[in-house]
């Protein structure tokens, strides 16, 4: 199922949500001057073949107002759906970790699940244990 993005790091685009897909994958051209993370490698079905990933970086995104972040793997280009070019392909693995579901009966994004997550920020202090933190900025 197509959908528009808001923004990829702050760029709008249209991205497929795709539960089939284990990664995330991006056009290059959106995420120009991002870190690129170390290379890894992934083993493909059962037939035990492994492709490198050479590339992989983490981006941030928003649908509908709300922000996830992901790695994605950038690809030169992603193809089309329903006519229009893909800037990116949500896979599996975010659309779990963000709790953002595929209706099997309509294709609608179901967002309740990332809509409802509440985010709280911890501090973090170099050599200062969670105790420690919490004695100096008490919730």
Not at 23 to 28: A, G, M, P, W
Not at 72 to 83: F, N, V, W
Request: hydrophobic share 40%.
């Amino acid at each position: 199922m197509a959908k528009i993005i808001s923004e990829i790091e702050e760029q709008p685009a249209l991205a497929l949500f795709d539960s089939g897909a284990t990664h995330t994958y991006i056009e290059k051209n959106l995420v120009r001057g991002l870190p690129v993370l170390k290379p890894y490698q992934v083993g493909l079905g059962g037939g035990g073949k492994v492709i490198e990933v050479k590339e992989v970086c983490t981006i941030r995104a928003r649908i509908e107002g709300l922000e996830f972040d992901t790695k994605a793997i950038p690809l030169a280009e992603i193809g089309a759906a329903d006519g229009r070019r893909l800037g990116l392909i949500i896979g599996a693995l975010p659309m779990e970790e963000w709790e953002i579901r595929l209706n099997p009966e309509n294709g609608a994004l179901d967002l309740a699940g990332l809509r409802g997550r509440e985010f709280t920020e911890y501090p973090v202090i170099a050599g200062l244990s969670v105790a420690q933190t919490d004695r100096i900025f008490p919730s």
